[in-house]
Nanobody, 120 residues
């Protein structure tokens, strides 16, 4: 079984910064693309950013230039550095990963989410 555990959410003022972390644990053989998604109240879950195992990144237009995704492969961890935060960034942020396990093959795994609130 594989788990993703997010951390780093909280309350921040507009213009501030937060860094989210997501660590994968369990019977992991390898991890492919990892990513961050978010869901604001009353809205659908949307892509924020993804990063491949080789380090190629992709961002939603709404966060380009403000957010940076990175990963530490030996630690099975992905990060999201969020700068210049805006109230519209308020959402629950979810970690996602494509994981190859020793017992079950390929799995798409989601974390439980961490709340980010941008407000003065």
């Amino acid at each position: 079984q594989v788990q993703l555990v997010e951390s780093g959410g909280g309350l921040v003022q507009p213009g501030g910064s937060l860094r989210l972390s997501c660590a994968a644990s369990g019977s992991i053989f390898s991890i492919g693309t990892m990513g961050w998604y978010r869901q604001a109240p009353g809205k659908q879950r949307e892509l924020v950013a993804t990063i491949t195992a080789g380090g190629s990144t992709n961002y939603a237009d709404s966060v380009k230039g403000r957010f940076t995704i990175s990963r530490d492969n030996p630690k099975n961890t992905v990060y999201l550095q969020m700068n210049s935060l805006k109230p519209e960034d308020t959402a629950v942020y979810y970690c996602n990963a494509g994981v190859v396990t020793a017992m079950s093959g390929y799995l798409e795994v989601w974390g439980r989410g961490t709340l980010v609130t941008v407000s003065s």
